[in-house]
């Protein structure tokens, strides 16, 4: 019995090009070696199979200029890349997990054009490109994956681990994957087919239409592969497993079955108000006008797609893994987060320092370096005219040929922790609270990321500790808060926001931790008054809700408060309440929003 491992190369095979690709989720091993050299087997021998490193430059995979050819030649020669010289080919993308995000654009771009064009360079031209990707995706947890646009655009997920055994031989030889090949333009697709394949990834919460039309070509390469002119439900149900079971996001709602009616129970008056029975009319009433008429002859159809889409939907569940299945049950929809560089600071362009990101027109000034490469790639092309006549052998470069290089940099993470030290927040959870602060800056002094803590009671709000690396001066400021007094949160908010702009305009990405219960009585001059301080409040919060910096509210009071939940509203932020937890539960939960784990 061929597993579902072996069934994916086989269709993979028959129909490359409208399929996309797969994405094989396996660390480097036996397994992964067993399932490529299978699908190496049953690709015709023409068919030619290239491995794509992670770093690869746009110019070695989209073509671009040849700079030793065209200035030997002293005019503009194309080098091909290595997309086009795939045409009609597989690719295998060594390390996806790691792709860049403009790498992964390429590919998109490709898998939904078929072809290449190249602007650029003095270059104008078009080549194809009809390629299918093998996606080797080595990520040891869930927030290492590939990008999830060109993940969508691939029809299978496959996940290989050290236990699945490969047989050496598949059920399918390389001659029969030829006639399936020929025999995909004549399998049929009933209109009934592709409904019931779009209800079924509507119930599995599948928000995308790319992912029933990818599941309709695996039913059909299914067909064609066992020499069936028309796609049946045994081939829906397969297509359904591999493409749309690991995508689901939810659980979807079956029918119930139907019940024998109970007997009416209704007083003998009840009927008096019931409406007429419409098969009172007259007997001369036309009856092709009677709307009863088309609904009674479609609904077999109906009934029929309803149980096609029912056993579409079981042989999807009975495919799910065990974990996956128990985390729908509970409601947690199973996405991948994007990879992370490891800081939640934001990624900067800078002109003088960071990681090399290209080239781009202009002059070295202020300190900029200038790209050689580039330079000479733009001056090249124009070198039959600056030389002739007479011709000196030398490459002239002129000051628009220039190109400078561009970098991008991993700004620092400055953590802004406000705690609310007022008297409600003392009566509460004011302990939790400055337990929770403590381990986050632990975090923070691991990762070597800034921290300050402002403090807001009695009047005003206060800066108990600027921006710093001291874990020691934090516990300080911590342990000396004192609790009592009102709520002026509209100044706690304030003095958040100013500091947070000041981060900002060092270079560095704020990230704002309200500790509050929402509720304030002191309005932004110090005078008491609930109604005065909740209108600072509102105003307070939609100026932090303008300035973008990211922002979360713990609720820590001992119940959920609709006060806080309106108020992270007003902010923009992330609103989380956390009844009766301690400050671990608190700590990993703000380290789970925020990105900092």
């Not at 202020?366 to 007479?390: F, M």
């Not at 002129?398 to 406000?418: G, L, N, P």
Request: one cysteine or more; hydrophobic letters at 45%.
């Amino acid at each position: 019995m061929q597993t579902d491992a072996e069934t994916v190369v086989a269709l993979l095979a028959v129909d490359p090009l409208g399929l996309g690709g797969v994405c094989l989720r396996a660390r480097a091993g036996p397994a992964r070696e067993a399932w490529l050299a299978q699908l190496r087997g049953i690709l015709p021998q023409a068919t030619a199979m290239r491995r794509v490193p992670v770093n690869i430059s746009d110019t070695a995979l989209l073509g671009g200029l040849d700079l030793a050819a065209t200035l030997r030649a002293g005019r503009p020669v194309a080098l091909q890349g290595l997309l086009p010289a795939a045409d009609g080919g597989v690719l295998l993308l060594s390390m996806a997990e790691r792709m860049p995000s403009e790498t992964a654009a390429r590919f998109c771009a490709v898998l939904d054009n078929g072809s290449v064009s190249l602007q650029r360079d003095g270059l104008d031209a078009s080549c194809p490109a009809r390629v299918a990707l093998v996606a080797l995706d080595e990520g040891a947890s869930d927030d290492e994956a590939m990008p999830a646009a060109l993940r969508e655009r691939l029809a299978f997920w496959l996940v290989l681990d050290g236990q699945d055994e490969l047989g050496a031989d598949l059920a399918w030889t390389a001659q029969e994957v030829l006639a399936a090949r020929g025999r995909l333009a004549q399998v049929r697709v009933d209109n009934a087919v592709a409904r019931a394949l779009c209800a079924a990834g509507m119930a599995l919460g599948i928000d995308s239409l790319r992912a029933p039309l990818l599941a309709l070509r695996a039913a059909r390469a299914a067909a064609a592969l066992v020499g069936a002119d028309v796609v049946d439900e045994d081939h829906l149900a397969l297509a359904a497993r591999l493409v749309l079971a690991p995508r689901a996001t939810r659980l979807p709602q079956l029918p119930e079955p139907e019940s024998a009616p109970e007997p009416a129970s209704d007083p003998p008056d009840a009927a008096v108000s019931h409406p007429p029975d419409l098969s009172q009319e007259p007997a001369h009433a036309d009856a092709s006008s009677s709307p009863e008429t088309g609904s009674e002859e479609d609904a077999p159809d109906a009934a029929q797609r309803g149980e096609m889409g029912e056993r579409i939907l079981q042989a999807t569940l009975a495919a799910l893994p065990a974990g996956l299945l128990a985390s729908l049950a509970l409601g947690l929809s199973p996405r991948i987060r994007a990879a992370s560089g490891g800081r939640a600071g934001s990624v900067q362009k800078s002109q003088l320092r960071g990681r090399p990101i290209g080239a781009r027109a202009g002059e070295p000034r202020a300190g900029q370096r200038l790209h050689v490469l580039e330079t000479l790639r733009a001056a090249a092309p124009w070198q039959r005219l600056r030389n002739s006549p007479p011709a000196t052998g030398r490459i002239q470069v002129r000051k628009q040929d220039f190109h400078v290089t561009r970098f991008r940099q991993r700004s620092q993470t400055t953590t802004i922790f406000v705690v609310d030290a007022s008297g409600s927040a003392a009566l509460n959870r004011l302990a939790e609270a400055k337990g929770a602060v403590e381990l986050l800056l632990a975090d923070c002094y691991v990762r070597r990321d800034r921290v300050a803590v402002v403090a807001f009671r009695g009047a005003a709000a206060e800066v108990l500790l600027a921006p710093t690396r001291s874990l020691a001066r934090a516990k300080r400021s911590l342990a000396g808060l004192p609790g009592g007094g009102g709520t002026p949160l509209a100044s706690g908010i304030d003095a958040a926001r100013a500091m947070g702009e000041q981060v900002r305009r060092r270079g560095d990405t704020p990230i704002i931790v309200l500790l509050t219960d929402g509720r304030g009585n002191v309005a932004r001059d110090g005078s008491p008054g609930r109604l005065a301080a909740a209108h600072d409040t509102l105003m307070a919060a939609r100026q932090l809700r303008l300035s973008g910096v990211t922002t979360l509210l713990l609720d820590s009071s001992a119940q959920p408060q609709a006060a806080a939940r309106a108020l992270a509203t007003d902010m923009g932020a992330r609103y989380l309440p956390l009844p009766y937890a301690g400050a671990r539960a608190m700590s990993e939960a703000v380290k789970a929003l925020a990105g900092l784990a």
